[in-house]
């Protein structure tokens, strides 16, 4: 189980942004629903995820030495056995509000857990209001940060828009303490009948971000 409460953030080690939605440069911006409903955050896709080379290609793999109450136990898990440090990774499902049937990853690190948790607080219902999304910084900028400017609830909520996927078996690689030891033997293929068989999923990537639209007197949270 690799799957964390976002109450144990920090608890194992921060990780790297990135992912399938993207601002790529100074002033992009998009206007998103965030498909999460429960005010305590229980439905956020917050994992521990090891770093693995496979096929050639980087990939997640859940770390298996966390048990269901948050607990570490290295020894079940050969990837934290040979040092490879599992990290804290936020995938985020969200719809775009020009796409409504697609759903996007925004793939984000540990530190963000606290953004969102502001608006869990606030709002409680995420999927209930489309947030504008900026991003303030010019591209490969480490200190860009992105401002949140909210609108209003509507009535809508998770049954409005596209399911969320499971990002266990997709994104993130659910492998059998079998299938690590495969892995760090170079004998592992997410293409080959393992424990599980595990694929990108189908979102898309399309994304062409508006360009800055100007200053707005609307109420704002930058993060």
Known sequence: MARIGITNVGKYQGGNNGGYFTLS????????????????GSDIDFFLVHEVEIDGKRRYVSCNAVDEDGNMHTDDCPLCKSGNKPKEKLFLQLVDEN???????????SKFVAKIVTYLNKFGDLSS?????VRRGKKGDTSTQYEFLPGAPDGRNLK???????????????????????????NYSA????????????????????????????????F
Do not use: C, H
Request: hydrophobic share 25%.
């Open 25 to 40: 440069d100074d002033g992009d911006s998009a206007t998103v629903r965030f498909l999460y409903n429960q005010p305590d």
């Open 99 to 109: 796409d409504l049937n697609t759903v996007k990853v925004w793939e984000r690190g």
């Open 129 to 133: 209001i489309p947030i504008e999304i």
């Open 160 to 186: 409005d828009f596209a399911q969320r996927q499971e990002i266990e078996g997709t994104i993130v690689i659910k492998a059998s303490k079998q299938d690590m030891i495969n892995m760090l033997n170079n």
């Open 191 to 222: 293409n080959s009948n393992n424990t599980q068989q595990n694929e990108q999923p189908a979102y898309t990537n399309n994304y062409a971000p508006r360009t800055n639209r100007g200053s707005r007197t609307t109420s704002t949270d930058i």
